[in-house]
Nanobody
Framework: QVQLVESGGGLVQAGGSLRLSCATS????????MGWFRQAPGKEREFVAA????????SYADSVKGRFTISRDNAKNTGNLQMNSLKPEDTAVYYC?????????????????WGQGTQVTVSS
């Protein structure tokens, strides 16, 4: 199985940046597609970004295109989400997820493994 642990969340003012990291263990990370999701109070978990096994393909939610960048370092078994130009509406718990797939996935139910989440709060 795969274990995932997110880190890097915190408080930031609107317009600022944060870099989230997802440390993985348990299985070979290179066999898993990876994604980031977020969930705010009273809202469903929503897709943020995803990346293929080799990092060659990425997908972003319209709300974060041009501001967020997903990446992965298979040698270090880590995934990252660089978040720039943050907005108050980006405030949420951010989750890293992984699943065995050669294709990027954007639906939560398509992911098999999840981290515990890390809080991102953007003040106005």
């Amino acid at each position: 199985q795969v274990q995932l642990v997110e880190s890097g969340g915190g408080l930031v003012q609107a317009g600022g940046s944060l870099r989230l990291s997802c440390a993985t263990s348990g299985r070979t990370f290179t066999t898993y597609a990876m994604g980031w999701f977020r969930q705010a109070p009273g809202k469903e978990r929503e897709f943020v970004a995803a990346i293929s096994v080799d990092g060659g393909s990425t997908s972003y939610a319209d709300s974060v295109k041009g501001r967020f960048t997903i990446s992965r370092d298979n040698a270090k078994n880590t995934g990252n989400l660089q978040m720039n130009s943050l907005k108050p509406e980006d405030t949420a718990v951010y989750y890293c997820a992984a699943t065995r797939s050669l294709r990027v996935k954007t639906i939560p139910n398509e992911y098999s493994y999840w981290g515990q989440g890390t809080q991102v709060t953007v003040s106005s």
